[in-house]
């Protein structure tokens, strides 16, 4: 059922966009869609469940079970009243059990899944068979997804599901619906791999996506061959969806929100500014309590920056309230805590700065009383207004004395490394990146205009307005592999935040890092050092003990990464292979081998680029004579007809004089009316050896217009050559 719609096994290079207005983000958030099918929903008038409070027999989970002396009660169920959506909704303390019956029909089986809200930990069984366990709570709806051996158990008819959950402390909440889903339960797939031993990664990451209800990920490989150090991308792909419509893939260059994990990434931002270095203090057990400042190491940062206050070295003893003074954002007049003029560097860091909370964002009257306090209006809220915030509110707790994990001290953090940096995004980009060439990190909602109103002119998610909208990080494949690569430096991903956000309100990206080595030769000495990297839009996503030396297979990462460790050596080199075009049935292209001197291609040139075909030994050679500015300037054409709408495969033959790239393109032709849309498109590396390319399109239309063109200006005089061309259906 699940199927990867177009993995390349190709040679590309990861191609980014250049500014964050040409970016194409992800617009999940984990805010998700109500499902438009419910199956069974749940609510205070849908599904009627059996219920106890009473540990039951080890059987309950069974269709066979008598739960006939159990209690009758309405979703949803919650053991603080604070939690009640409504007055038929059923009280619990603690732990309850629960049992309904849900019928289905054959269509319904395929697509089924769960959505619902919980507090804190629930397990859910279908006849008998796990279909989900999460720990931790959400504090919105969200899809649950569904086991694959749960889908399994499924048939026709009546089904039993049976429910545990377990809320150790206040508040707890329980509601779930069956609904059908067929977008989360079939994911496409984007983005390449360089060795055909590795594509079953898709299958696999699709199907644990699916299975957790994730309508969004990204997930990269990398490889170090430790010989020589020749580093490569090894598999790099797009799962899921853009958008809450569930209609445009997410591609393998598509970029996510962080949410919570720019904390780590704005954390090494600042330390690495710093003269003097925050130095781990663990606890009796070995584990991570807090860091301490040591203005001993370090002295000789070459990344230090100059305190403007002190004209010295930046140190993480620094006072942090004379910093935000000399940059205009509060005055001493303006603080209400006298205990605030001793906050440190080193307190902001280790959450110890003692600051009140910004206001709850789904709270209006908190919002409303954040502005009120300030004297401003919401289209007037800025990072220097929510600096105002902090200082001017009492503290909850002396500084430095104890650790409070909040988004409030990260924010001055954010709020200092833009002024000291020159700017927050140019020094994330140009210096904590520095030398990766990376262009795909970008902070979001960079003009007030874009954040305050939505099209409708109404207030546009004033959470933002209060905490995080001009500093939210959006960041793709490519800079969270670079990001991990550095992690042992500065500290990102790895180590105390391994496991990015376990974001109870969903609202942004889990980001995950895993890197270990394996010895092939066992000569004791390891041959290659792997590494992964995922972002993830949602939470409760089942990471966990990546980092130990025996993986927990209930992982999703643990058990990627056993599996990677038991390929054989030559899955880490990159292969290709390709049968020849004329002996493939269902070929789109006419004169795939140009045995007829490519009587159905022409080279099309545009603007100020030119070029002509030429045919010897059976293949395409584009002449460029003139590149152009762009690609597209200079372009071998071939029409096709796409008489049915699927996806296809498009695979070739491609070499050039020189090592360059071009663009691959299926799209409308657009000499009768206009109409050059383009269906899918890739840009590729080509070298000077022939090699054969295959790519994956998706979601192609029915056309008898289409075309198929080969993009190879802006090069220079450097041609290019093609040959054993097939596009079919996949």
């Known amino acids: 059922m699940l199927k990867w719609n177009y993995i390349s096994t190709v040679f590309l290079t990861l191609f980014f966009h250049c500014n964050s207005q040409a970016i194409e983000r992800t617009d999940l958030d984990g805010h998700f869609s109500t499902p438009s099918t419910y199956i069974a929903e749940g609510g205070a008038n849908g599904i009627t469940w059996r219920y106890t409070e009473n540990q039951p027999n080890s059987d309950w989970v069974n269709p066979s079970f008598d739960d006939s002396g159990w209690q009758i009660g309405h979703g949803g169920f919650y053991d603080n009243s604070s939690n009640s959506i409504d007055d038929n909704t059923t009280p619990f303390d603690d732990t309850v059990w629960l049992r309904t019956e849900v019928e289905l029909t054959h269509i319904e089986i395929e697509s089924a899944m769960f959505w619902g809200r919980w507090d804190d930990n629930i397990e859910i069984y279908i006849n008998g068979i796990e279909a ?7 504090s919105t709806y969200r899809y649950l997804g569904m086991s694959d051996s749960a889908r399994n158990a499924l048939h026709t008819g009546t089904n039993t599901i049976a429910v545990k959950v377990n809320s150790p402390g206040d508040p707890g909440f329980f509601d779930v619906s069956v609904v059908s889903t067929p977008a989360i339960a079939d994911l496409p797939v984007s983005g390449y791999s360089k060795n055909p031993q590795l594509n079953w990664i898709s299958n696999y990451a699709a199907a644990a996506l699916s299975e957790n209800g994730i309508p969004a990920a990204s997930l990269a490989i990398t490889r170090r061959r430790v010989q020589d150090g020749d580093t490569q991308v090894m598999y790099a792909a797009g799962f899921g969806y853009m958008e809450k419509e569930f209609d445009t893939p997410v591609r393998h260059d598509s970029i996510f929100r962080l949410a919570s994990v720019d904390k780590p990434v704005s954390f090494a931002a600042l330390k690495r500014m710093l003269t ?41 003893a620094d006072n942090v309230l004379d910093l935000l003074s000399y940059y205009g954002a509060v005055n001493a007049n303006e603080v209400s805590d006298s205990r605030a003029f001793n906050i440190t560097i080193t307190d902001i860091l280790n959450f110890q700065s003692g600051f009140t909370a910004r206001p709850n964002p789904q709270n209006t009257t908190e919002v409303n009383n954040y502005y009120s306090h300030l004297g401003i209006t919401a289209q007037e809220s800025s990072p220097t207004q929510l600096m105002k915030w902090y200082f001017s509110n009492n503290l909850t707790r002396d500084p430095g004395t104890s650790s409070q994990y909040n988004s409030d001290g990260a924010a001055v953090v954010r709020f200092l490394v833009g002024k000291l940096g020159n700017g927050l995004e ?54 969270a592999m670079a990001l991990a690569a550095s992690a042992e430096t500065i500290g990102v991903f790895k180590g105390i935040y391994g496991y990015g956000r376990n974001d109870g309100g969903m609202q942004g990206t889990q ?37 130990s030396s025996q993986p927990d297979t209930q992982y999703i990462d643990s058990n990627l990464r056993i599996k990677l460790l038991d390929l054989p050596v030559t899955a880490w080199e990159p292969q290709q292979a390709s049968s020849p075009c004329s002996t493939q049935s269902g070929n789109l292209i006419g004169d795939c081998t140009f045995t007829a001197n490519g009587s159905v291609w022409s080279v ?18 584009i002449n460029v004579t003139q590149p152009g500015a762009e690609h597209w300037y200079v372009q071998a054409v071939t029409p096709v007809a796409t008489s049915s709408a699927g996806n296809y495969i498009l695979t070739f033959q491609a070499r050039a004089e020189n090592s360059r790239s071009i663009v691959v393109n299926v799209g409308h032709d657009g000499s009768d009316d206009g109409n050059w849309e383009s269906y899918y498109q890739e840009e590729i590396e080509i070298t000077q050896s022939m090699k054969s390319y295959t790519l994956y399109l998706p979601k192609i239309p029915t056309d008898n217009n289409a075309r198929l063109d080969f993009n190879v200006g802006n090069a220079g005089i450097n041609d290019v050559f093609i040959d054993e061309i097939y596009l079919g259906k996949d």
């Open 276 to 316: 003097g270095r925050m130095v781990k203090h663990l606890d009796e057990n070995g584990n991570l309590d807090y860091y301490y400042c040591d203005a001993s190491l370090d002295q000789n940062n070459p990344n230090a920056v100059t305190n403007p206050v002190t004209g010295s070295d930046l140190t993480c």
């Open 604 to 621: 099309d040139s545009y603007n100020d680029g030119s070029g002509y075909a030429s045919y010897s030994n059976q293949e395409l050679r």
């Open 511 to 547: 980001a995950v890092t895993s890197e270990f080595g394996k010895d092939y030769d066992n000569d004791g000495m390891e041959d290659y050092v792997l590494n992964y990297t995922w972002l993830i839009s949602g939470s409760n996503f089942p990471f966990g003990q990546a980092e």
């Open 426 to 479: 140019n020094y994330l980009q140009n210096q904590l990146l520095s030398g990766s060439s990376h262009t795909d990190l970008h902070i979001a909602h960079e003009y007030p205009d874009e954040r305050v109103v939505d099209s409708s002119g109404n207030l546009r998610e004033p959470w933002y307005l209060t905490h995080s909208a001009p500093f939210d990080f959006w960041i793709g494949l490519d800079d």
């Open 132 to 138: 989900v366990v999460k720990n931790g709570w959400v």
